[in-house]
């Protein structure tokens, strides 16, 4: 007999009907029938999901010759399909731990003290000295060198902070920066843009390439929430050196707009000073893109929000204009039209196979939104070489879907990746712990919306 693959996922109702079919475990993606949508939906609803069977001749010939080469059906037992998940999982994570990234924090303080801000255990220093030193350089592109064996396909580093753009660590950036370039790296920064115009000799094609920086509404709105220490407008300060990073360099620029529900409402008011400062002019070079943020009062879909995206998008069709239903649709998408698998992965993120933060005491980091914390920390640099290991490393290096029990048995496993690793840590007390955060209750919406927009780019 054959069973439904225990890994078979199902989308919600697509507008003009019918489902998209996902296979977690081979990628395949599929549009059903309503019909068929209610026989598997209905088995899986009444029957052990990991046991759902049909008889010989059940499905057409063709069709169940389809399923079966896409993985949609098999022929073997749940135990020997979650056998091959793990083995999947385990050499997708060995070949994903040989593709490192670096980044580099310049500084753990800041010059502004934004109101939601993750790492303000890193600003109330007492003091302390923040800012790397120009000797932590020479040890940091030793170290580079060193976790690399010389063989690093990607050479663009992240830089980081804190605040890594600020005009007083002018010298260790520029440091940083054009030693790199001499050994062949290409830069990028996430920045709050206070001090760009400080950077302008670094930022172009073969330095900082690309940077990233956050408008939180217009002047009024953004100014209360991400407050500069010298008291200026943050707001006029970001912008300014926007305008002039437009006319003075080939930098890409992406400027991410966090819509939340105080500031949903004026995003209008605020692309339209942008508007006026001409800042949308430059398409190819500042990509804007508004993506809602939800915090832990505010559920997925809240109205407020989603209304005022969507009278954005009318009044600004070209902008990047997130949704809820988006985030991994994106992905999906791209597999749909390339028709190809859905990219599956053995973790969450590069916090657990590849990445490699170096911070101003010395230290290397695994991930960025636990930067301070021991249990994030996997090793040191210095001028007499690097050190990773210790049981830090270890349970970070190793935390991929193949490795949390619960993970292996959930159809979700190559798609949700046991959720952050942070989060899992903080709530659950482990790294491996599944952190699920609503996924299974909000994918099945995802994937009908990238099967939509394939649908609507095809004309069908």
């Known amino acids: 007999m054959l069973r439904l693959s225990s890994y078979a996922i199902l989308s919600t109702r697509l507008e003009n009907g019918g489902y998209a079919l996902l296979n977690g475990l081979s990628g395949a993606m599929d549009i059903i029938s309503e019909d068929l949508y209610n ?14 069977f049909f008889e010989d001749g059940f499905f057409p010939g063709e069709l169940e010759k389809q399923f079966l080469e896409r ?72 170290a580079i060198e060193e976790i690399c064996g010389g063989n690093l396909h990607d050479r663009r580093i992240a830089l980081y902070g804190g605040e890594p753009l600020n005009a007083k660590n002018r010298d260790v950036v520029f440091s940083i920066v054009e030693t790199g370039q001499a050994k062949g790296f290409s830069f990028s ?27 939180d509404g217009p002047r009024h709105i953004h100014d209360r929430r991400r407050v500069a220490l010298d008291q200026s407008s943050s707001y006029d300060r970001i912008t300014a050196n926007l305008r002039k990073l437009a006319r003075e360099t080939d930098t890409e620029i992406h400027v991410r707009v966090n819509a939340d529900r105080e500031n949903a409402g004026s995003l209008v008011a605020l692309f339209a000073d942008l508007e006026a400062q001409g800042l949308l002019g430059y398409p190819q070079r500042i990509i804007f893109y508004v993506s809602p943020v939800f915090g832990g009062d505010a559920p997925l879909g809240n109205t407020g929000v989603e209304d005022a995206l969507e ?49 101003p005491d010395g230290t290397i980091a695994s991930c960025l939104e636990a930067l301070g914390k021991e249990s994030n920390t996997i090793g040191r640099y210095s001028e007499t070489g690097v050190t990773l290991g210790g049981e830090a490393h270890d349970q970070w290096r190793n935390r991929s879907a193949a490795n949390i029990p619960q993970c292996l048995d959930c ?43 394939f649908l609507s780019a095809n004309q069908v």
């Open 39 to 52: 026989v598997l939906r209905g088995r899986q609803d009444s029957e052990d999901c990991q046991r759902v």
């Open 411 to 453: 159809k979700y496993c190559l798609v949700c990746c046991g959720g952050c690793p942070v989060q899992a840590l903080e709530r659950h007390g482990s790294l491996y712990s599944p952190d699920c955060g609503g996924f299974p209750e909000t994918f099945p919406a995802i994937l009908a919306d990238a099967a939509e927009r």
């Open 189 to 215: 920064a996430i920045t709050n843009g206070h001090c760009l115009d400080t950077f302008l000799p670094l930022l172009g094609k073969g330095g900082i390439e690309e940077i990233q920086v956050t408008l």
């Open 311 to 359: 009278k954005l998008k009318g009044s600004y069709p070209a902008l990047h204009v997130g949704s809820p239903q988006r985030y991994d649709g994106d992905a999906i998408l791209h597999g749909l039209l390339e028709q190809a698998p859905y990219r599956l992965r053995s973790a969450y993120c590069g916090a657990a196979t590849g990445s490699y933060i170096f911070l």
């Open 71 to 142: 993985g949609h059906l098999v022929t073997v037992p749940h135990e020997a399909e979650r056998e091959k998940l793990a083995a999947t999982a385990g050499a997708m994570h060995e070949r994903s731990s040989k593709s490192p990234s670096f980044t580099i924090v310049t500084d753990t303080e800041c010059n502004y003290r934004c109101v939601y801000c993750f790492e303000k255990h890193l600003q109330h220093n007492h003091g302390e000295q923040t800012a790397m030193g120009l000797d932590k350089v020479p040890s940091i592109y030793r």
